[in-house]
C-alpha cells in the first residue's frame, strides 16, 4: 500500500485573553463536516518546509510565520483510508495581523475559524492528540523561548505578556513576581511610550529585544 504525505499545522494567536487555535470544516470524506487542523497533502516534488509555508499562507495570507516541527504521525488508524503520514508543524501568529486575511474557503474546507484551545469541538482524526502535544511543547519550553513575544504585538503591556504567559501555562501567576522576575531576565525594552486609546489608566509599554534575548540563552 501507498503511503502518502500530508502536512498539518497547529496556527495559534492570543486574542481576547485566551490562547485560540485555528481549524477547518472539513468539505470533503472522510469526516465530512468534522472540525480539523489546516492541513494538506504534499506536491511529488515539493520540499517539506515549502509545503509548510504554502499551506500557511493560503489559510492566514502570511509569510515568513514562526513555525517549528512538532512531530510525526503515522498510526496505521489514524486515517479510514489507510496509513497517511503526517508531519505536524506549529506556527504562531499575532492576531492583528491575521484577523482580516483568513481564507474564506475552498474545496477542501468550507471555512476557518478561531477556537479557544479549552473550548476545542470534536475533531478529525489525531487532531486533537496533535494539539495537544503542541501545547505541552510549548508549556515546557516557554521559560526559555521567544513563543510570548511571537504572540504580542511589537510594543505590549507587562499585563499582556502575563496574560499570555498564563495562557501558555495554563495557570494563574501572581503578578508581582512574575514581573520581578521578567524585569531581571534582561531583554525587555521599557518604552517611553503608553496604551493609547483606552479608557482606564493607561500602562506603560514595552519590547522585546531580540538580540539580549539570544545572548542570555547563548551556549557560548
Keep these: 500500500m501507498q503511503t502518502h504525505f500530508t502536512i498539518d499545522c497547529v496556527i495559534l494567536t492570543f486574542d481576547e485573553g485566551q490562547l485560540k487555535v485555528l481549524l477547518a470544516e472539513r468539505n470533503e470524506y472522510p469526516y465530512k463536516d468534522w472540525w480539523a487542523l489546516p492541513g494538506y497533502f504534499v506536491n511529488k516534488y515539493e520540499e517539506m518546509e515549502d509545503a509548510v509555508s504554502r499551506i500557511l499562507f493560503e489559510m ?44 474564506s474557503g475552498s474545496t477542501y474546507m468550507r471555512q476557518l475559524k478561531w ?84 479608557s482606564y489608566r493607561a500602562a506603560k509599554l514595552y519590547s522585546f529585544d531580540k538580540k539580549k534575548f539570544h545572548k542570555t540563552f547563548s551556549q557560548d
Excluded at 492566514?60 to 512538532?70: P, S, V
Excluded at 499585563?159 to 504567559?165: A, G, I, M, R
Aim: proline share 4%; net charge positive; hydrophobic share 40%.
Design 115 to 198: 477556537f479557544p484551545v479549552t473550548a476545542l469541538p470534536d475533531l478529525a482524526f489525531d487532531h486533537k492528540e496533535i494539539i495537544e502535544l503542541s501545547l505541552d511543547r510549548l508549556k515546557k519550553t516557554v521559560s526559555y523561548s521567544m513563543t510570548p513575544y511571537e504572540l504580542l504585538p511589537s510594543k505590549f503591556t507587562l499585563t499582556q505578556l502575563q496574560q499570555v504567559y498564563e495562557a501558555l501555562l495554563n495557570k494563574q501567576l501572581d503578578k508581582r513576581n512574575f514581573r520581578k522576575k521578567i524585569n531581571n531576565l534582561g531583554y525587555l525594552k521599557e518604552l517611553n511610550e503608553f496604551q493609547k486609546g483606552v
Design 60 to 103: 492566514t495570507g502570511l509569510k515568513d510565520i514562526y513555525m517549528d516541527q512538532l512531530a510525526a504521525f503515522a498510526g496505521v488508524k489514524r486515517h479510514p483510508e489507510g496509513r497517511i503520514l503526517t508531519v505536524a508543524y506549529l506556527a504562531l501568529v499575532q492576531m492583528e495581523e491575521v484577523k482580516n486575511k483568513i481564507s
